[in-house]
């Protein structure tokens, strides 16, 4: 049975910060849009900064509908699923917002990574929580979590920032989306940290 939370806090915390891997999911206004699904994952790259608000890295490797979508309408919904332990699946529907490199709350924000932080983060997607749930899993198979892929991040870290910012310019759907939304800022701001 499904249960409505008012804050992010314990267990469910604990829950979402232990999963591996999580799904984004936005939508444009037009009723013919692109809906849009994303897996993240990367150990590290979400923090809980309080009961109702998490925030993620959004990196550079795909296209930006998620950042196209948040930035037109705000929608987004968030997903954990347990592959391993007791069936649970957690949703947080919430008003997104994607905070840029030139944002001044930039630097204090990507402070909270850490280590997780890589040169090809373009954005930071706030998340601010309207509706926390859960309910059961009790058709998610179980999967063995087997360990970090490194591939994006090695990628990723021979590039310097210049080289990096060039390579988003090049890119398909990354300052508009697939439906003609504005989404990331062209030429990428540089870092500020």
């Not at 949703?91 to 280590?115: C, K, N, Q, S, T």
């Not at 990628?155 to 060039?166: H, I, L, P, Q, V």
Request: charged letters at 25%.
């Amino acid at each position: 049975m499904g249960k409505l939370y008012a804050r992010i806090d314990g267990r469910l915390r604990s829950f979402i910060e232990e999963q591996p891997v999580f799904f984004t999911a936005t939508a444009p206004l037009a009723g013919d849009g692109h809906v849009n699904l994303s897996p993240k994952g990367r150990a590290g790259t979400l923090v809980v900064i309080d009961e109702q608000t998490l925030a993620y890295l959004d990196f550079g490797g795909s296209g930006a509908e998620t950042i196209a979508h948040v930035r037109e309408n705000g929608r987004i919904t968030l997903m954990w699923c347990a592959f391993s332990g007791p069936p649970t699946i957690v949703r947080i529907h919430g008003e997104g917002e994607a905070v840029f490199r030139d944002d001044p709350r930039w630097g204090e924000l990507i402070g909270l990574f850490g280590a997780a932080d890589g040169p090809s983060a373009r954005a930071i997607i706030l998340v601010h929580a309207r509706r926390i749930a859960d309910v059961c899993g009790y058709a998610v198979p179980f999967m063995e979590y087997q360990g970090e892929r490194t591939l994006h991040a090695e990628y990723f870290g021979r590039k310097s920032d210049e080289e990096f910012g060039a390579y988003c310019e090049k890119k398909e759907f990354i300052g508009s989306s697939l439906d003609g939304l504005p989404a990331l800022p062209l030429p990428l701001p540089p870092r500020t940290v």
